[in-house]
């Protein structure tokens, strides 16, 4: 079974600074995918960026980028230029690369890092 | 339509009661996947179906049961509430039944069973 650990229930920044999230995972699996989640306090998970696992090269979606070590297990999230609209709960997610007629696609989560963006 | 709806956003019921829970998928989505997350917690998975048959169901009893109807829209039904119910209630819908690309969720519902 897959697990997720998000160590840092709590983080806070100044707006405009970095800060990284961090993430580890288990699994036996060698094909899969890596998510961040952003839940604000309208509840709706926002899908922050992604990776996939056979991919090397990390992710970044403008000011998101991830530092994924896959031997390590490793995936943690990087904000730069934070701004007050990042405050947030932020959610780490794997995927099992589906295989042919294999099992579904569910997401399996973190407890979740809550991030407060000072101004 | 774009997005992902849920009806209703908050419910309170009675311990034994049963509840059913709405959404409505982004048009074209054929799969739904809906997730319990508890206070404090991240979500857990509790069942997909893709178009309109169950492809896979996390570890929830038969007490939680889902329909999905043609026309992208689905349910959740939970029997004889019980108090470790209440918890927010997330669907989610994809274009395929692997989303590499994600899910798209909706705001949920925040049952509370007392």
């Known amino acids: 079974a897959q697990t997720v650990t998000q160590s840092q229930p709590e983080m806070s920044v100044q707006e405009a600074e970095t800060v990284t999230l961090s993430c580890t995972y288990d699994?036996?699996?060698?094909?899969?995918?890596l998510f961040w989640y952003k839940q604000p306090p309208s509840r709706q998970m926002i899908l922050v960026i992604r990776?996939?696992?056979?991919?090397?090269q990390n992710a970044t979606e403008n000011r998101f980028s991830v530092n994924f070590q896959k031997a390590a297990k490793s995936f943690s999230l990087k904000i730069s230029d934070s701004q007050l609209g990042d405050t947030a709960m932020y959610f780490c997610?794997?995927?099992?690369?589906?295989?042919?007629?294999?099992?579904?696609?569910?997401?399996?989560f973190g407890k979740g890092t809550k991030l407060s963006v000072k101004p | 339509e774009t997005g992902v709806t849920q009806s209703p956003t908050h419910l309170i019921k009675t311990r034994g009661q049963q509840v059913t829970l709405r959404c409505s998928s982004q048009?074209?989505?054929?799969?739904v996947s809906w997730y319990q997350q508890a206070l404090g917690q991240g979500p857990q998975f509790i069942f997909q179906?893709?178009?309109?048959?169950?492809?896979g169901r996390g570890n929830f009893p038969p007490r939680f049961s889902g329909l999905q109807f043609p026309n992208y829209s689905s349910e959740l039904n939970v029997n004889a509430l019980e108090l470790d119910d209440s918890a927010l209630y997330l669907c989610?819908?994809?274009?395929?039944?692997?989303?590499?690309?994600?899910?798209?969720f909706g705001s949920g519902t925040r049952l509370t069973v007392v």
């Open positions: 989610a819908s994809s274009l395929r039944a692997e989303p590499v690309d994600g899910y798209t």
């Open positions: 699994t036996s699996e060698n094909n899969y995918y």
């Open positions: 990776q996939e696992a056979y991919k090397q």
């Open positions: 997610a794997f995927m099992k690369r589906r295989n042919y007629g294999g099992s579904q696609g569910n997401l399996i």
């Open positions: 048009s074209g989505h054929n799969t």
């Open positions: 179906y893709y178009r309109e048959e169950e492809n």
